[in-house]
C-alpha cells in the first residue's frame, strides 16, 4: 500500500513560483502512475498534470501547461510539482495521488482511477 505526503505549498505572489513535493512510502512506488490534482473552494478537483510509472508520458491540464511541470525520482519515492508563472487561479488545495493500478501506461485523467491521495497542501498566489 502507498502512502503519500504533499509539501511545498505555500504563499506566493502572482509570476512566482513553487514547488511541491510528494513523498511515498512502498518500494512499489515506481510501478504506480501519479497524479497532481487540486481543488478550489466551490470547484471540482481537477487532474493538474500526471505522469506514468515509466515516467515516458506526462499530461497537462491546459491551463497549466507550459507553466508546470511534473516529475519523479523513483530512487527517492518521490513525485515533484514544479510550478512557475502562478496566477491567481492557481490558488487551490493540491493534492498528489497515486494511480489504483500498477504499470499503467496512460496516464489516467478522472480522480476515481487513483487509489491513493495525500492530505493536500494549499496553495495560494496573491495578485
Known amino acids: 500500500q502507498v502512502q503519500l505526503v504533499e509539501s511545498g505549498g505555500g504563499l506566493v505572489q502572482a509570476g512566482g513560483s513553487l514547488r511541491l513535493s510528494c513523498a511515498a512510502s512502498?518500494?512499489?512506488?515506481?510501478?504506480?502512475?501519479m497524479g497532481w490534482f487540486r481543488q478550489a473552494p466551490g470547484k471540482e478537483r481537477e487532474l493538474v498534470a500526471g505522469?506514468?510509472?515509466?515516467?515516458?508520458?506526462?499530461y497537462y491540464a491546459d491551463s497549466v501547461k507550459g507553466r508546470f511541470t511534473i516529475s519523479r525520482e523513483n530512487a527517492k519515492n518521490t513525485v515533484y510539482l514544479q510550478m512557475n508563472s502562478l496566477k491567481p487561479e492557481d490558488t487551490a488545495v493540491y493534492y498528489c495521488?497515486?494511480?489504483?493500478?500498477?504499470?499503467?501506461?496512460?496516464?489516467?485523467?478522472?480522480?476515481?482511477?487513483?487509489?491513493?491521495w495525500g492530505q493536500g497542501t494549499q496553495v495560494t498566489v496573491s495578485s
Open positions: 512502498g518500494r512499489t512506488f515506481s510501478t504506480y502512475a
Open positions: 495521488a497515486a494511480d489504483r493500478l500498477l504499470y499503467r501506461s496512460q496516464v489516467p485523467r478522472g480522480p476515481h482511477e487513483y487509489g491513493y
Open positions: 505522469i506514468n510509472w515509466r515516467a515516458s508520458s506526462t
